[in-house]
């Protein structure tokens, strides 16, 4: 699944992951830690949609 910052469009892919955060490929979103951040914007996870 994929999601999107409602703020700025960056896109989190479950099965891509996010190297640069050291996030593995496989990490489903409501895993990732509670203090994840947009890496573009800044904002929380409740900032996130799932993608259409």
């Known amino acids: ?12 892919d479950e099965t891509v992951g996010y190297s640069d955060g050291d996030i593995a490929p496989g ?7 509670e ?8 904002v929380g996870k409740d900032m996130f949609s799932l993608a259409e």
């Open 1 to 12: 699944m994929k999601y999107v910052c409602d703020v700025c469009g960056w896109e989190y």
């Open 27 to 33: 990490t489903r979103f409501d895993d990732l830690p």
């Open 35 to 42: 203090d994840f951040v947009c890496p573009l914007c800044g």
